[in-house]
C-alpha cells in the first residue's frame, strides 16, 4: 500500500493523531494542576512542590519504563499509560466533585499520572522507527515536536484556563476523555507500531541487567557517550539560566503579570518554526552542521539576553533559543533512533532521559542561587558556560551522520513513502 507522494505514510499518521490526542491530555493536565494546588494552598512552597513531584517519576521509572516498552507490544504500552491517565482523570474529577480533594491527593494523582507519562512517551519515540524509514526520520519528528507545541501552547492552554475559571469540572472531565479516546486509538495502530523487538536474548536477560542495558549500550559507542554528556551538561546550564525566568521578565523588565502567558508563545512559535526547518536544514547543510550551529546558536542567545537584558530582547531570545533547541532536539532524537537496535530503544531512551532530565532540577536550584545575586545573572552564567561547550564540541558535532547513513544491524526499514503491511 503506498501512501501520498511526499507523505510519510498512514501508519504514521495513525501515530501522529493518537499523539496529538495525548498531547491534549498532557496540556490539560499541566495547566489544572498547579492552577488546582493555588486552590487548595496559599503554601508557596507546596505549591511549587507540585512541579517537583511531575519530575520524580523521571528520576525513578524511566528505565523500568523502557524495560517495558522493550519487552511489551508497543500500542499496548501506549494503550496501558493513557488508559491508567484516564483513570486518574476520572479519581481527580470525582473528588473536586466531591469537595475531597486535598494537595496530599493531587501529589499522589500527580506523581501516578508521572509513571504513567514516562511508559508513554518512551514508547511514543520508540514506535516512530517502526513506521518511519530512517532517511524521512528528521520529518517526523518535526512534525511530532509542532503537534505537541501547537495542542498544547495554543489549544490546551486557553481551553484549560478559560474553563477553569468556568468549572474546574469542565477540563477535568475532558481531560480523562481525550486520554480514553488516545488509548482506543493506540490499540487501534498497525502491527508496524508493535515493533519486533523482543527477542530470546532478551528474554533470558536478568532484570538487572536489563536495568543497565541503556548506559551500557550508550557508554559503549563513543558518539553517543559524548552526545549524551554535552547534552546533560548544557541542560543543567539551560536549566539554571531559565530557573527564575517569570520573575526576571515580571520584576526586572517590567512585563504585566497578565501578559506573561502572551509572552510565552514567543517560544512556542520560535519552538513550531524549529520543528519544520529542522529537515530542510538537515537535507542542505547535513544533521551534523545543522546541530552544531543550532547548538551555539541556542547557548549564544541566553548569553546576549544575560549581558543585555531588556524585554524585546527578551522575546527575541525565547523565539530564537526555542527554534534552536527544537532543531537539536528532532535532529538528536532521529539519529538516535537511527542508531539504537529497535530491542534496546525503550531501555536507552529511559536512560538517556534519566541522566539528562535527571540533573535538570540541579541546574533549577544553582540558577536560583544566582538569580538571588542578580535575577540577569543566571543568563549570563549559564550562557556562558553553555557557550563554551558548544564552542568546544563545535567540531564534533560537525561530523555525525545523517540518520539514513547509519546501520545499526536491524532488519531492513520501511521505505521512504511506503508503509509496512498491516496485520
Not at 226 to 255: M, Q, R, V
Amino acid at each position: 500500500m503506498t501512501a501520498r507522494r511526499g507523505g510519510l505514510g498512514t501508519a504514521f499518521t495513525n501515530v501522529y493523531v493518537a499523539s496529538l490526542a495525548s498531547n491534549l491530555g498532557d496540556g490539560i493536565a499541566r495547566i489544572a494542576s498547579p492552577l488546582l494546588a493555588v486552590r487548595l494552598t496559599d503554601d508557596a512552597l507546596l505549591v511549587a512542590g507540585v512541579a517537583a513531584i511531575a519530575m520524580v517519576p523521571w528520576l525513578l521509572f524511566a528505565i523500568p519504563a523502557g524495560m517495558i516498552v522493550d519487552r511489551i507490544d508497543r500500542r499496548t504500552a501506549l494503550a496501558a499509560a493513557n488508559f491508567l491517565r484516564g483513570a486518574l482523570g476520572v479519581v481527580l474529577l470525582v473528588l473536586a466533585a466531591t469537595g475531597t480533594l486535598t494537595i496530599w491527593w493531587l501529589y499522589v494523582v500527580i506523581f501516578i499520572y508521572g509513571m504513567g507519562e514516562t511508559v508513554y512517551d518512551t514508547a511514543a519515540r520508540a514506535v516512530i522507527p517502526s513506521v518511519v524509514a530512517k532517511p524521512d526520520l528528521p520529518r517526523a519528528n518535526g512534525r511530532m515536536e509542532a503537534g505537541e507545541l501547537v495542542v498544547q501552547n495554543f489549544l490546551a492552554g486557553p481551553f484549560t484556563s478559560v474553563l477553569f475559571a468556568v468549572s474546574v469540572l469542565i477540563p477535568l472531565g475532558t481531560n480523562a476523555l481525550v486520554f480514553a479516546a488516545s488509548a482506543v486509538l493506540a490499540l487501534l495502530l498497525p502491527r508496524a507500531a508493535a515493533g519486533s523487538h523482543v527477542d530470546s536474548a532478551t528474554e533470558r536477560t536478568t532484570l538487572r541487567r536489563q536495568y543497565t542495558d541503556g548506559f551500557r549500550f550508550i557508554f559503549s559507542n563513543r558518539m553517543l557517550a559524548t552526545l549524551l554528556l554535552l547534552s546533560t551538561f548544557i541542560g543543567f546550564w539551560f536549566s539554571a539560566s531559565t530557573a527564575s525566568f517569570a520573575l526576571f521578565l515580571i520584576d526586572d523588565l517590567g512585563l504585566p503579570e497578565a501578559l506573561f502567558g502572551v509572552f510565552m508563545l514567543s517560544g512556542a512559535v520560535g519552538g513550531i518554526l524549529g520543528s519544520v526547518l529542522a529537515p530542510r536544514l538537515k537535507a542542505r547543510f547535513g544533521a551534523g552542521s545543522t546541530m552544531a550551529g543550532a547548538n551555539l546558536l541556542a547557548t549564544v542567545t541566553f548569553l546576549v539576553l544575560g549581558l543585555f537584558p531588556s524585554l524585546v530582547m527578551a522575546a527575541v531570545v525565547y523565539f530564537l533559543s526555542s527554534a534552536a533547541v527544537i532543531v537539536w532536539n528532532v535532529l538528536v532524537m532521529s539519529l538516535r533512533q537511527s542508531i539504537i537496535p529497535g530491542r534496546l530503544l525503550g531501555r536507552v531512551h529511559g536512560s538517556w532521559r534519566t541522566l539528562l532530565w535527571g540533573t535538570m532540577p540541579l541546574g533549577s536550584l544553582v540558577g536560583g542561587l544566582l538569580g538571588r545575586v542578580d535575577l540577569a545573572l543566571p543568563f549570563a552564567v549559564g550562557g556562558g558556560v553553555a557557550t563554551v561547550a558548544a564552542l568546544v564540541y563545535f567540531r564534533f558535532l560537525t561530523t555525525l551522520p545523517n540518520p539514513e547513513d547509519v546501520d545499526n544491524g536491524d532488519d531492513a526499514q520501511p521505505s521512504a513513502g511506503t508503509v509496512p503491511p498491516v496485520v
